[in-house]
């Protein structure tokens, strides 16, 4: 007797479906976490052996709250330029991965494997001191801060990340597509930009705002490379107030919530676009 | 064996009485008595969504229920500290869609249970497993897994397995209903050599062919009553009640 | 191995290309050091972050409400906050408030930067972890359960044998994934003065002003580890394969 198949679809076929954070939860995570910020103040407040003299906890917080969040703005900003940059660099690297030329393809296929094994931080280190520090073009005399440099050195791995977003959405796509294409006499070109493409936007979404939350995530590190942002900040305000170690508990949780805060929803807002565009294929 | 309370063999080896179960708003089961004696064999029969499953389904407790009591071989079914696993252990379940472990072969499969959960020897386990699976008429396939199989083959693997446990009881929910028409018979004719041996067996099915070969009892079920039930020759030949009749002209 | 030295030796001179972790003992001694202890410090974090998505997935599926707020929670924090600030907050917040251990040179801190890292990184990609369990767990029918429960498993041991078996094969090319940025964002332990490979490869270019030859050889030492474990994640998925059912 030959092997049939069974009538139920197999489940190890199907896709493990996305993480499902639970909506109804919102509320509840917002009042955990303040209250891991007050816990840990606290804590702080009980573990610090000094006299009342000291300033209380929460008091200093909201004293930096202007500058750190300055901090954090910026933070933001590099997320925005980086995506942006990477974004760019990536849809150009993903259409190298699926050119009908095989040695285009290799080199495009390669620089991607290649920014999408290493750390973000060797790529942040990588950038940092291998530009130079300013750019010379003819007359024109581009300035490289340190703060740009982490730009690019960010929008390295979202580049590898965005073409590899890219292969995927368009590997998706049902070769009966391009068939149809084909036989409508669609130019390569045409194929690709008013058949594929338009597919693909949907499907490549959700990854590339989570690609996005990942790369928000990352900008802390430009802090390592001696970047002004929210935790050099941190670091300097922890120095302001006379090298305090009980502040540093209550200052890390502080800078978390406002990464949650930003972070959570975007989180939210893909996983749900993931659920539609599932049921709709 | 402790039991709950002393069952011998000459009482009802399971006994409903009057469940009631709702799904939300639902009331899928509406006052249902039953008994099935050691080694009968009753089919129960009736139209989609009747709440056939649902029944059966409450008498290993894979659906708890909300009124009325169900006993088999004397363990209250509905008892807040049941034993699931003495209960179970009596009480062999085969599914409509096998339900077999797929990563495991089908000898794998037989000898799962015993050895996992009744922590028996595995040599003793292996001879009972391949005994089975001779039975079920398998040999051979003891190392395919469940994908290289044909759904009656799986089948007959399942059926096997619950054999493994040595129960008292057999429930079958649609067994062949998920099989192409040349395999049905196969796992029917598993059946039948089960219930020839003495086993008391429940089945759920939409074979009247077979109900009526192998049941001693049928019971008719629509919207989660009883509607009518007796030995198959009368139930088939001269149904009484019209929903019965309506029925059973329609998938005679 | 003299000889090789000494060739790298010649081409520093020749060619300005100067990679001392070859023809140098000492930075050969610290890199190879490192490089160690990355691959400690990946072990650790895959094993423990692992455990914690086992348990962390098995809790979800749990009864009780507050038992699976707590580890959605757990996930939300630690999914949506940078790894570097956790790392920070457990080593210079949480590390302060522990009890010292008073050693025969002065104080020293209970748990090590390295602990520390390990703690932090396994918590992180543990978050990511639980999620990717729960979802192979949540692709396995229900009835496969029932089947289980009928032969008389109890949910904990039918999660063993019959559930996580098949859960693991589900989930596993997303269980790679995270690994594999598991591996990569040990990087982070430099952040806290963890001697792994980064951090050495900058005190070797800081010693010999030969960034871009490091960089270069850090690169490619991260793409061989990453590689590896995708070569091994492979290998397992081939072994764990379901036997009649093709991957499409
Ligand atoms: N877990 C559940 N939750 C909600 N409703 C359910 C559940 N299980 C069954 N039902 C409902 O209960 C009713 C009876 O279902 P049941 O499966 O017992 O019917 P059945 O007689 O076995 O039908 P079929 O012949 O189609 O198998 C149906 O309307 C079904 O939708
Ligand atoms: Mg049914």
Known sequence: MTARPMPATPFVLAPPRAGTPKLRLRLWHGAALAMLVLLSATLADAASTGPAARAGILVILLKWTPLLFRGFLFNILISVASMTIGTILGGALGITLISLLPPVRLAGSVTMQFFRNAPWLVLLFFAMFLLPFQLRIGPLVIPLPDWLKAVIGLSLPVMANVAEIMRGAVASIPSGQWEAAESLAFKRRQQVWSIIMPQCIKRMLPPWMNLYAILTMSTVLASIVGVNEVMTLAGQVSAAEGGRTDLLTPLYGYIMVWFFLYAYPIALLTTRLERRFAVKM | ?252 | MQTIAAWFHALYETTGINLTIIYDAFDRARFINGFLVTIELSVICIFFSIVIGIVGAWLQGSQLVWTRRIVQAYIQLFRNTPPLVQMYFFYFGLSNLLPRLHAAGGDQPLLSGFAWACISLSFFAGAFNVEIFRSGIEAIPHSTLEAAEALGYTRLSAYRHIILPLAVRVCLPALNNNLVNLVKTTTLAYAIAVPELLYVSAQIWSDNVNVPEMMVVLLLVYFALVGLLVLGMHRLEFRLRLPGYSRT
């Open chain 2, 1 to 252: 064996m402790a039991e709950a309370s002393p069952w011998t063999p000459d009482q009802p080896i399971i006994e409903i009485t009057d469940i009631h179960k709702s799904f939300g708003h639902v009331e899928v089961l509406r006052g249902i008595s039953l008994k099935v004696r050691k080694g009968e064999v009753i089919c129960i029969i009736g139209p989609s969504g009747s709440g056939k499953s649902t029944l059966i389904r409450c008498i290993n407790a894979l659906t708890p229920f909300d009124r009325g009591s169900v006993r088999v071989m004397g363990i209250e079914v509905g008892a807040p500290h049941l034993d699931k696993l003495a209960l179970r252990r009596r009480v062999g379940m085969v599914f409509q869609q096998y339900n077999l472990f797929p990563h495991r072969t089908a000898l794998q499969n037989v000898m799962m249970a015993p050895i996992q959960v009744l922590h028996q020897p595995r040599r003793e386990v292996e001879a009972r497993a391949m005994a089975l699976l001779k039975k079920v008429r398998l040999e051979g396939k003891e190392h395919s897994y469940p994908g290289q199989m044909s759904g009656g083959q799986q089948q007959r693997v399942a059926i096997a397995r619950s054999l493994a446990m040595n129960p008292d009881i057999m429930l079958f929910d649609e067994v062949t209903a998920a099989l192409d028409p040349e395999t049905v018979k196969e796992v029917l004719v598993t059946i039948k050599q089960l219930a020839d041996e003495g086993m008391t067996c429940i089945l759920v099915t939409h074979e009247m062919g077979f109900a009526r070969e192998v049941a001693d009892h049928v019971y008719f079920t629509d919207r989660g009553v009883i509607v009518e039930d007796g030995p198959p020759a009368e139930l088939f030949a001269n149904p009484r009640d019209p929903r019965t009749q309506a029925f059973l002209s329609q998938v005679l």
